[in-house]
């Protein structure tokens, strides 16, 4: 079974709808993040937390918020979907130290 | 803060011929240094990465990567590719900042294998 894991991994929905996008993990890491990717952009981090109460901010943090609802999940929400947050959503884990992190196999969203 | 700066977009290169994908960064601290491979339709996955020591490293697939402090640079290399090496490769840095290391990545090279 895979450590990481994301659910949908393909999403199509329409402006303005909420949406959510979940990750759970087995590796037992504390720490926990969330990308996304674009053609010629890389991977830009829109949050990480790293423990349970520990929510933090990234570099592209507006539209979107998060919840860390225990070690092992962690779900990114889009409140309004805009057709600009159509893109290639990662979640990541990692332990304390080394900064190597351990990636899901993304999700696929698509806003019309 | 940090930041990784790959050139080369996209790199095309014949079977069985060298390779080698270049990377810079810029941090005001020490960093480590990781490579990541994303085949077509999957999550990354670590190549390698340098934390201390030699800074020469050997990851999987036959690669390695050479860390060069004073020309910041962490170019990924392998001497011999094969069709199966077709990938987006990621340059990351993490600033030694202990407790609250971030990774930040570069924008990717796309490796075409060209049998």
């Known amino acids: 079974d895979a450590d990481v894991t994301q659910t949908p991994r393909n999403r199509i929905t329409k402006t303005g709808k909420r949406i959510m996008l979940e990750c759970s993990q087995t590796?037992?890491?504390?720490?926990m993040y969330w990308y996304r990717q674009d053609p010629g952009l890389g991977l830009r981090l829109i949050y990480y937390?790293?423990?349970?109460?520990?929510?933090n901010k990234g570099e592209i943090s507006d539209g979107y918020s998060v919840s860390r609802q225990a070690q092992a999940k962690f779900s990114l929400s889009l409140e309004s979907a805009i057709p600009n947050q159509t893109a290639l959503y990662f979640c990541?884990?990692?332990?304390?130290?080394?900064?190597?992190?351990?990636f899901g196999p993304g999700t696929r969203l698509t806003v019309l | 803060a940090q930041s990784v700066t790959q050139l080369d977009s996209q790199v095309p290169v014949f079977e069985e011929a060298p390779v080698e994908l270049r990377c810079n960064y810029s941090?005001?601290?020490?960093?480590?240094l990781f490579w990541y491979v994303q085949y077509p339709n999957q999550g990354l996955q670590l190549l390698l990465k340098?934390?201390?020591?030699?800074?020469l490293v050997k990851g999987i697939n036959g690669f390695e990567a050479e860390f060069n402090k004073s020309q910041t640079s962490f170019h990924l290399r392998k001497p011999s590719v094969h069709i199966s090496d077709t990938a987006e490769y990621f340059c990351?840095?993490?600033?030694?900042?202990?407790?609250?290391?971030?990774?930040?990545f570069g924008t990717g090279t796309r490796l075409t294998i060209i049998p």
């Open positions: 590796k037992g890491h504390d720490r």
């Open positions: 990351a840095v993490s600033d030694f900042d202990f407790g609250n290391e971030k990774l930040t």
């Open positions: 937390s790293f423990d349970v109460k520990d929510i």
């Open positions: 990541a884990t990692s332990d304390r130290y080394g900064g190597e992190q351990f």
């Open positions: 941090s005001s601290v020490s960093v480590y």
């Open positions: 340098y934390l201390s020591g030699s800074t």
